[in-house]
T-cell receptor, first 115, second 116 residues
Framework: ETGVTQTPRHLVMGMTNKKSLKCEQH?????MYWYKQSAKKPLELMFV???????ENNSVPSRFSPECPNSSHLFLHLHTLQPEDSALYLC??????????????FGDGTRLSIL | AQSVAQPEDQVNVAEGNPLTVKCTYS??????LFWYVQYPNRGLQFLLK??????LVKGSYGFEAEFNKSQTSFHLKKPSALVSDSALYFCAVRDVIKAAGNKLTFGGGTRVLVKP
């Protein structure tokens, strides 16, 4: 149990579908992250939220839309995805203070396959 | 800018032998350094971190890492590898300067295979 729960664990969708990935952290952290992990680029940071505010968008296409309603929950809304978007999507959380030296804690990811 | 390199895609070692996974980094100021491990079908698990102080850092599962500022390296080590250590290992860095925010930069990962 990592303290970060991601659902679903596996998702298969067509390019025209709309789906959402969910992440919940039970660690009392104030920052949450979305990463994409694929064979070509092992770990890419997508979005960062500090205290529910988005502070980083790493040039992610608009077909990925994040939402952070509170510091414990993070969503990634998906629409009109492309085959190259097939990957493992990882959520992480951390406690951010004045020194930013706390580790990030990861969920087990959602394996996304685009047909 | 901050970056990290893991020069080996894969490391093979016999069970019971020492294991070393290499990592070098580049930052503008001083680094915060982290090692993570990823087992199949799982997320990344935190192993250890270097913030300041003693250059030898001890972490989970018998792993340790040595910070070397002159060589800008942070190699992960284990004196006696186990078959269960077979996994994907990631090194990560964050520049101490506040402008870096809480953004970690990860290396490309090194796959470790420990053979019985």
């Amino acid at each position: 149990e990592t303290g970060v729960t991601q659902t679903p664990r596996h998702l298969v969708m067509g390019m025209t579908n709309k789906k959402s990935l969910k992440c919940e952290q039970h660690l009392g952290h104030n920052a949450m992250y979305w990463y994409k992990q694929s064979a070509k680029k092992p770990l890419e940071l997508m979005f960062v939220y500090n205290f529910k505010e988005q502070t980083e968008n790493n040039s992610v296409p608009s077909r990925f839309s994040p939402e952070c309603p509170n510091s414990s929950h993070l969503f990634l809304h998906l629409h009109t995805l492309q085959p190259e978007d097939s990957a493992l999507y990882l959520c992480a959380s951390s406690q951010v203070g004045t020194d930013y030296n706390q580790p990030q804690h990861f969920g087990d990811g959602t394996r996304l396959s685009i047909l | 800018a901050q970056s990290v390199a893991q020069p080996e895609d894969q490391v093979n070692v016999a069970e019971g032998n020492p294991l070393t996974v290499k990592c070098t980094y580049s930052v503008s100021g001083n680094p915060y350094l982290f090692w993570y491990v990823q087992y199949p079908n799982r997320g990344l698990q935190f192993l250890l971190k270097y913030i300041t102080g003693d250059n030898l850092v001890k972490g989970s599962y018998g792993f340790e890492a040595e910070f070397n500022k002159s060589q800008t390296s942070f190699h992960l080590k284990k004196p006696s590898a186990l078959v269960s250590d077979s996994a994907l290992y990631f090194c990560a860095v964050r520049d101490v300067i506040k402008a870096a925010g809480n953004k970690l930069t990860f290396g490309g990962g090194t796959r470790v295979l420990v053979k019985p």
